[in-house]
Antibody
């Protein structure tokens, strides 16, 4: 059974940094691209970032480009999201999700339960 | 990349069928057979129910079906049940740099 467990969320002030982690199990981690999707309170889903199975290629939504960095450690089956210069509008539940493919992400088929990031002074 | 357009809400009676539309552009929905649909119950993570326009993951009820025509994809739920009350989101591939464009979401109510 695929399991994705996010951690690292919390309350931070604007301008601060945070690192989210996602521990994966139940599948061969390096065979799948992995992504982050967020959902602001009462709002819809917004794709944030994705990294290919090898970790060599990453893509970002315009809203986080230059501030967030996605990475993965295939030896630890763990996905990360490093978030810098956080803004109030980054407040959301952040979901870790697995893509069906390794090199050409196109569909997220398994999701974690999410971790809440709140940015407020 | 703009969000795909979905109706805010759709409702139906138990046992009936409903259809949710998802309108994109020739750059996303219209150009790729890579539309997926997610069901999200309150307080829960999204769950994949349709991928590649028409395919159902193992374990998903065959009451859920997907289709596409031009720039619009659709999700049909037949034999509506109380447990189908949830938010539904479509998602389309747009490019390698924008692999996921989500829809605005539709709240389904079972009357």
């Amino acid at each position: 059974e695929v399991q994705l467990l996010e951690s690292g969320g919390g309350l931070v002030q604007p301008g601060e940094s945070l690192r989210l982690s996602c521990a994966a199990s139940g599948f061969t981690f390096l065979n799948n691209a992995m992504g982050w999707v967020r959902q602001a309170p009462g709002m819809g889903l917004e794709w944030v970032s994705v990294v290919t199975g090898s970790g060599k290629t990453a893509y970002y939504a315009d809203s986080v480009k230059g501030r967030f960095t996605i990475s993965r450690d295939n030896s630890r089956n763990t996905l990360y999201l490093h978030m810098n210069s956080l803004r109030a509008e980054d407040t959301a539940i952040y979901y870790c999700a697995r893509d069906l493919n390794s090199g050409n992400p196109a569909c997220l088929d398994s999701w974690g339960q999410g971790t809440l990031v709140a940015v407020s002074s | 990349q703009s969000a795909l357009t979905q109706p805010a809400s759709v409702s139906g009676s138990p046992g009936h069928s409903i259809t949710i539309s998802c309108t994109g552009t020739s750059g996303d929905v219209g150009n790729y057979n890579l539309v997926s649909w997610y069901q999200q119950r309150p307080g829960k993570a999204p769950k994949l129910i349709i991928y590649q326009v028409t395919k159902r993951p193992s374990g998903v009820s065959n009451r859920f079906s997907g289709s596409k025509s031009g720039n619009t994809a659709s999700l049909t739920i037949s034999g509506l049940q109380a447990e189908d009350e949830a938010d539904y989101y479509c998602c389309s591939y747009a490019s390698s740099a924008t692999p996921y464009v989500f829809g605005t979401g539709t709240k389904v109510t079972v009357l």
